[in-house]
């Protein structure tokens, strides 16, 4: 094998690390709960969405649940990446901005369960109100064979928000009553094997 070809491949690898194959919302088809395996078995009216993905020689398989009642919002979502296709290890906050025109007042991350969750305010449109949520994020599976200038990549990634619409100031007085709610919604979360 030539320097060249040793060259093309790490800059390949780079390339798949690289593009996150999250999907977008509007991406993701609404499909009945029943054909995803994330289920979630609390309580509000739930929409199941899936996407399968395949981009510039990246893979993925994304499912999402969206949960509402009338005091909050709770969205997880599931990427498991295919064949030589890593997720980039990245902070709980730049994970959840997919959800939010703006978001401030991050609260310090805090470890539950494998997930990182962090506190904060989100802005649904610039000078909207602020929405009190936790974001949170799990990174799993095997971080594959490299390392890569910009970290470890893995193969699934399980991630989403829980916004409170009633009762904040019972939940931020202190901010671990609210990450105890969310603790709660995650243990009523399947998650697909990693």
Known sequence: MTIRHVGCALACALALLCSMPKARS??????????????????????????????????????RIVVKTSSYEFIVSHTASKFRTYLLLRPVRSVVTEYFADTDNWQPTQKYAGFDLAAFDGYTSSGGQPILCVGFARFSGNPGNYEFDDGVGYKNLADGIYCAFSGQAALINPIDNFYHVVEDALNKVTFPAD
């Open 26 to 63: 509007e991406q993701m088809k609404e499909v009945p709960c029943s054909n995803i395996d994330l289920k979630y078995s609390g309580e509000g009216t739930s929409k199941c969405y899936f996407y399968d993905y395949l981009g510039n020689q990246t893979e993925s398989v994304n499912q």
